[in-house]
């Protein structure tokens, strides 16, 4: 079957998550591996020694004839740990497109890998099979303008990412499906193409490397290759959403291939799901401002905390909620030049609605603000906890916690709200972009890439992992 890195459509709902009896001592494990910590100079594969039928040799054909070249080392290397077997180089080639200016002639019988025109790959990359259909399959397409465009927007990774995308579909052709599901099927070479990225990052690759700032770039360009929002997991072509397509690429960077290959059967949960009616899609999944900020943020926060501390005996006590415009509360004597915070001396979760919330909500939607107050809120419990609320370790678990407290909605055991399509995207747009701002959450000490990382890990592990 040809699969593509683009062709996107859908997502599915989480499946329940219950909240673990565990929240004292919470450590988080960042992501292993280590971005590579400047651009250092390494040695481009001649052409020669890799052909790309159709390349020209510009900038985009020498990245991804890189990738290509640094992805048959790996994986020839992995392949076998994985899978018991050895791996096979791919047999149909390589195709590099430009759909507005094609030269018939530079492709075997007019044809690329999948036995299509070359105007046929466009705005695409894509893996086949081979079949008697398509007889010149085991093959790998792209559509060179296209993945210049994406590197001119997100970075120069992106063209390797694709292809390690693709080259995920071709280790799926060699071993199987993991489901008949399409989600299932792009989203576990999603993970592959991180195993595959955390392989780089450790500068094992001969002729590829990347910075921590790209692994954030490679974050944000997931947001253009989601799913359309509201749309179902049961489309031909799903690719996941914003969240689904992350999360599984972070997974794949921590945990190896061995984690992609056992993980993404009929139960991985997704977050995608169509929306419940007219009113919701008209609506994009976001409910008002004043509803976001007067139900969801005093009612499903304390509904979650109470849940969580009476699985340990204990009464969670609500912290107060104060807005503010530009001129935070003092805390303890101290005026903290902050957006976002918690002051334990006087039990009160604060936020900026002119400078924070509302830019949130408008460019975001509402998610993105319950995720925002849910980590200073995750901060009062931990101080009924008895834990630290200062420095990094605090913050780290505080945005795992959201996770968490993201878990307990989208697993259905919250009585107060429902995850609309879309929202756990924004947690994961919120945690990219406010991932520096000294006055939100730069004193996490984490990159973007790590803190949707730990976010991650609260969704799908609970609160006792963090």
Do not use: K
């Amino acid at each position: 079957m040809p699969s593509s890195f683009r062709r996107l459509l859908a997502g599915a709902a989480l499946a329940g998550a219950t909240v673990l009896s565990t929240l004292t001592g919470c450590t988080v494990v960042l992501v292993p591996g280590s971005a590579s910590p400047a651009s250092a100079p390494v040695g481009a594969v001649a052409i020669e020694e890799f052909p790309i039928i159709g390349a020209v040799d510009d900038e985009v054909d020498r990245l991804a004839r890189n990738a290509l070249t640094d992805l048959n080392t790996y994986w020839a290397e992995q392949f076998e740990p994985t899978f018991g077997t050895g791996f096979t180089p791919l047999t149909g080639g390589y195709y590099s497109v430009d759909p507005a200016d094609v030269n018939p002639a530079a492709y075997p019988g007019g044809h690329i890998g999948c036995g299509q025109p070359p105007e046929s790959i466009v705005d695409n990359a894509a893996y086949c099979l081979p079949s008697n259909q398509y007889p010149g399959g085991d093959a790998i397409s792209y559509d060179r303008s296209f993945l210049r465009e994406l590197a001119e927007q997100y970075g120069r990774f992106i063209p390797a990412l694709v292809m390690a995308h693709e080259f995920g579909h071709a280790v799926q052709g060699r071993v199987g499906y993991p489901t008949p599901q399409s989600i299932a099927i792009e989203t576990q070479a999603d993970c592959f193409a991180g195993a595959w990225t955390a392989w780089v990052a450790d500068g094992e690759a001969p002729h590829n490397t990347i910075r921590a700032a790209e692994l954030d770039e490679v974050l944000r360009g997931y947001l253009l290759l989601r799913d359309p929002v509201g749309t179902s997991t049961r489309e031909q072509e799903a690719h996941g959403s914003y969240f689904d397509r992350v999360s599984a690429f972070q997974q794949g960077f921590d945990e190896g291939p061995t984690s992609c290959r056992d993980e993404f059967g009929e139960n991985r949960p997704y977050t995608q799901d169509r929306f419940s009616g007219r009113a919701e899609a008209l609506a994009g999944g976001n409910a008002s401002y004043q509803e976001t900020l007067g139900i969801f943020v005093p009612e499903a926060l304390p509904e979650f905390w109470e849940a969580a501390f009476a699985e340990l005996g204990r009464d969670f006590q609500p912290p107060a909620i104060e807005p503010f415009s530009r001129q935070a509360p003092g805390c303890d004597g101290q005026d903290p030049d902050l957006d976002l915070l918690f002051c334990a001396a006087d039990d009160v979760v604060a936020f900026d609605e002119t400078d924070l919330t509302r830019p949130l909500y408008a460019e975001f939607g509402d998610y993105a603000v319950l995720t925002a107050v849910a980590i200073p809120y995750s901060l009062a419990a931990r101080d009924q906890l008895g834990e630290s609320t200062q420095g990094r370790d605090a913050i780290r678990s505080a945005a795992c916690l959201a996770g968490a407290f993201t878990a307990f909605v989208l697993g259905g055991e919250s009585q107060v709200i429902t995850i609309s399509p879309g929202d756990a995207d924004e947690s994961v747009q919120f945690l990219l972009e406010y991932s520096t701002d000294p006055a939100v959450l730069a004193d996490s000490g984490l990159t973007g890439f790590q803190l949707v990382d730990v976010f991650r890990t609260g969704v799908f592990e609970g609160p006792s992992a963090c």
